[in-house]
């Protein structure tokens, strides 16, 4: 039957649920009729809101009824049934069928919810004094009990038999019992991850050269033969040469460039008189290969005009990099003009240094304070100056960079580095790439990108060591390849120990603060990396030891060790996107204190 205003009615309602309408069914049927009439379709509504939901079910089967249709609204669940056949009277039984199978239902879910969210347990990284009773005293490597965190800053947990808060980055979670959140698995990584590409993984062809390579030099062959194809990228020079005039700040330039200080062992030496008197090769710590040339100013009694471009040999170097500390000079006019027309191919770049002087000496003057704008337009105006100077001597369209070499964080620094990786040779692009230390983002962007690509040759190199380990006696070849390989993620990309403690003397904080305060997580993969990895390891021991298996299990090596790599290596990128918005908050509040 049909209301008057368009709803459906049953034959059990007194009412419309719609408008409230008097039902003439209900007095003159028999509501609790099971059969007798083949069109009959007894309805059961246990869900007061059911008519907002009813076109929202999921399918099940009970009894003898054929079709059941259950639509949960707001926790609740609505229920119809139609007769297989409306005299079949196992259709009368359906009711309480229907009921204790939705009670069924209910207590289920309610138990998943409760299995999903089984009690943390965590360990302390930082100790921690409460300064109120309701928070908990913590120690270093102390467990809490039923972490529940609260907000992103507090947690509630249980230590000693005692209820409190505690600081929710001072602990890191050990049993991770939340099924939608298994951080110590691989089920995070989708099918369309980067590494999981076929042609990623080993060939046939590859594996039988492998196992004749072990057969006939031995393991430690192997391995040093696979561990030197991840490092193919140091077998190109490249070659840098950094020119100008006495007291230019070339040799700054060229320990900045280095990630030295003035006073660091193998830094260039540093001066307010002509320290170079003749060309000096300085090679970077993370790259042999990568060579910065230190050569004598042009104009200098043992370097004239006119045997200079003979003598410095600029064809050999990859990159020119002319430095000034004011404007530029007729000599390195002179110099630049030269370069350029002998040679047409040479890439040229001018770097104006102390530009922080400049700033400091404009601000002495000024009564007022600068603002930020009257900073950006003050350096604009010294690039600009630079510019027309240089183009006054037919140097068109320039490449100039506004630089302060004891702070590469400041002014242009990153510009310079990210275009260094732009213009190099495509064949000598790792090679730079890897070697810089220079965090500019178009830098990190493409450090980024060369590691992700080293995951296919690294994940090959830890696969042969895990199938020739004791895997019975729990003997895992591969975990000092992939430590290794973290540790070179963390120096890359300037999270490393070594990195992190410059930022402290910087910033005048110290290393445990700033993993504190950034919560960094890699350095604790690292303390308890074998735990960490085991807890990654689903593949299990086997005694078979016929070829084509271990062809199989390799590859099962390859992609287990590939998808390791790949979260770890997504956590280190994560850890330095934190670390460059903490730095330029630290460097505010240091220019503010200033």
């Given at each position: 039957?049909?209301?008057?205003?368009?709803?459906?009615?049953?034959?059990?309602?007194?009412?419309?649920?719609?408008?409230?309408?008097?039902?003439?069914?209900?007095?003159?049927?028999?509501?609790?009729?099971?059969?007798?009439?083949?069109?009959?379709?007894?309805?059961?509504?246990?869900?007061?809101?059911?008519?907002?939901?009813?076109?929202?079910?999921?399918?099940?089967?009970?009894?003898?009824?054929?079709?059941?249709?259950?639509?949960?609204?707001?926790?609740?669940?609505?229920?119809?049934?139609?007769?297989?056949?409306?005299?079949?009277?196992?259709?009368?039984?359906?009711?309480?069928?229907?009921?204790?199978?939705?009670?069924?239902?209910?207590?289920n879910e309610e138990f998943k919810q409760d299995a999903s969210v089984k009690k943390k347990h965590a360990r302390v990284l930082y100790s921690y004094e409460p300064t109120s009773d309701e928070q908990l005293k913590l120690q270093v490597d102390d467990i809490v009990d039923d972490v529940q965190q609260i907000n992103s800053e507090w947690s509630e947990a249980t230590l000693?038999?005692?209820?409190?808060?505690?600081?929710?980055?001072?602990?890191?979670?050990?049993?991770?019992?939340?099924?939608?959140?298994?951080s110590d698995d691989l089920s995070d990584f989708k099918v369309d991850s980067e590494f999981s590409q076929e042609d990623d993984i080993i060939t046939q062809d590859e594996f039988w050269k492998y196992v004749s390579v072990l057969q006939q030099s031995g393991f430690l062959a192997l391995m040093t033969e696979l561990e030197r194809t991840n490092t193919e990228w140091k077998?190109?020079?490249?070659?840098?040469?950094?020119?100008?005039?006495?007291?230019?700040?070339?040799?700054?330039?060229?320990?900045?460039?280095?990630?030295?200080?003035?006073?660091?062992?193998?830094?260039?030496?540093?001066?307010?008189?002509?320290?170079?008197?003749?060309?000096?090769?300085?090679?970077?710590?993370?790259?042999?290969?990568?060579?910065?040339?230190?050569?004598?100013?042009?104009?200098?009694?043992?370097?004239?005009?006119?045997?200079?471009?003979?003598?410095?040999?600029?064809?050999?170097?990859?990159?020119?990099?002319?430095?000034?500390?004011?404007?530029?000079?007729?000599?390195?006019?002179?110099?630049?003009?030269?370069?350029?027309?002998?040679?047409?191919?040479?890439?040229?770049?001018?770097?104006?240094?102390?530009?922080?002087?400049?700033?400091?000496?404009?601000?002495?003057?000024?009564?007022?304070?600068?603002?930020?704008?009257?900073?950006?337009?003050?350096?604009?105006?010294?690039?600009?100056?630079?510019?027309?100077?240089?183009?006054?001597?037919?140097?068109?369209?320039?490449?100039?960079?506004?630089?302060?070499?004891?702070?590469?964080?400041?002014?242009?620094?990153?510009?310079?580095?990210?275009?260094?990786?732009?213009?190099?040779?495509?064949?000598?692009?790792?090679?730079?790439?890897?070697?810089?230390?220079?965090?500019?983002?178009?830098?990190?962007?493409?450090?980024?990108?060369?590691?992700?690509?080293?995951?296919?040759?690294?994940?090959?190199?830890?696969?042969?060591?895990?199938?020739?380990?004791?895997?019975?006696?729990?003997?895992?070849?591969?975990?000092?390849?992939?430590?290794?390989?973290?540790?070179?993620?963390?120096?890359?990309?300037?999270?490393?120990?070594?990195?992190?403690?410059?930022?402290?003397?910087?910033?005048?904080?110290?290393?445990?603060?700033?993993?504190?305060?950034?919560?960094?997580?890699?350095?604790?993969?690292?303390?308890?990396?074998?735990?960490?990895?085991?807890?990654?390891?689903?593949?299990?021991?086997?005694?078979?030891?016929?070829?084509?298996?271990?062809?199989?299990?390799?590859?099962?090596?390859?992609?287990?060790?590939?998808?390791?790599?790949?979260?770890?290596?997504?956590?280190?990128?994560?850890?330095?996107?934190?670390?460059?918005?903490?730095?330029?908050?630290?460097?505010?509040?240091?220019?503010?204190?200033?």
């Amino acid at each position: 039957m049909i209301c008057k205003c368009g709803q459906r009615l049953m034959r059990h309602e007194p009412t419309c649920l719609n408008c409230g309408e008097h039902n003439s069914w209900f007095e003159t049927e028999d509501q609790g009729a099971t059969g007798g009439v083949e069109e009959q379709i007894p309805t059961f509504r246990i869900n007061d809101r059911a008519a907002e939901s009813r076109d929202s079910y999921f399918q099940g089967a009970y009894a003898g009824i054929t079709e059941s249709q259950y639509a949960l609204t707001s926790g609740k669940c609505q229920t119809r049934y139609r007769s297989a056949n409306p005299q079949d009277t196992r259709a009368s039984k359906g009711i309480t069928g229907i009921h204790s199978q939705m009670a069924a239902l209910r207590v289920n879910e309610e138990f998943k919810q409760d299995a999903s969210v089984k009690k943390k347990h965590a360990r302390v990284l930082y100790s921690y004094e409460p300064t109120s009773d309701e928070q908990l005293k913590l120690q270093v490597d102390d467990i809490v009990d039923d972490v529940q965190q609260i907000n992103s800053e507090w947690s509630e947990a249980t230590l000693n038999d005692k209820r409190g808060y505690i600081p929710s980055n001072y602990v890191e979670i050990i049993d991770e019992g939340e099924t939608s959140d298994s951080s110590d698995d691989l089920s995070d990584f989708k099918v369309d991850s980067e590494f999981s590409q076929e042609d990623d993984i080993i060939t046939q062809d590859e594996f039988w050269k492998y196992v004749s390579v072990l057969q006939q030099s031995g393991f430690l062959a192997l391995m040093t033969e696979l561990e030197r194809t991840n490092t193919e990228w140091k077998d190109f020079k490249i070659k840098i040469a950094i020119t100008g005039e006495s007291g230019a700040g070339k040799s700054t330039l060229i320990n900045a460039l280095r990630n030295l200080k003035d006073d660091d062992n193998g830094a260039a030496q540093v001066g307010c008189v002509e320290t170079t008197i003749e060309p000096t090769r300085y090679q970077h710590p993370n790259n042999r290969n990568l060579e910065l040339w230190d050569l004598p100013g042009v104009g200098t009694p043992n370097f004239p005009q006119t045997t200079y471009l003979k003598k410095a040999n600029f064809q050999q170097y990859d990159f020119i990099i002319l430095v000034s500390s004011s404007r530029f000079t007729d000599n390195d006019n002179w110099l630049a003009k030269s370069i350029a027309g002998q040679y047409p191919t040479a890439t040229l770049f001018f770097v104006r240094t102390k530009v922080d002087c400049d700033l400091s000496n404009i601000k002495q003057g000024k009564r007022n304070s600068m603002t930020e704008e009257d900073i950006q337009n003050t350096l604009l105006k010294i690039k600009e100056d630079c510019r027309k100077n240089l183009q006054n001597s037919e140097i068109g369209n320039p490449h100039i960079f506004m630089v302060n070499s004891h702070n590469v964080n400041a002014f242009e620094f990153g510009k310079l580095s990210g275009m260094l990786v732009e213009k190099v040779k495509s064949e000598k692009q790792a090679a730079l790439v890897l070697s810089l230390s220079v965090l500019s983002n178009t830098v990190v962007d493409e450090k980024v990108k060369q590691l992700k690509q080293r995951i296919n040759k690294t994940s090959k190199y830890a696969a042969m060591a895990a199938v020739n380990s004791d895997r019975e006696n729990n003997e895992k070849k591969e975990i000092g390849i992939l430590q290794k390989e973290l540790v070179f993620y963390q120096c890359q990309l300037g999270i490393d120990r070594k990195s992190l403690d410059i930022l402290a003397i910087k910033f005048k904080l110290d290393f445990e603060e700033i993993c504190r305060q950034l919560n960094f997580r890699s350095h604790r993969i690292l303390q308890r990396f074998e735990i960490y990895y085991g807890n990654h390891d689903k593949i299990k021991p086997s005694k078979k030891k016929f070829i084509e298996f271990l062809f199989f299990r390799t590859k099962k090596f390859q992609k287990q060790c590939g998808r390791f790599l790949e979260k770890v290596l997504n956590i280190c990128i994560q850890e330095n996107h934190s670390l460059h918005s903490k730095i330029a908050m630290w460097s505010t509040e240091q220019s503010d204190y200033a």
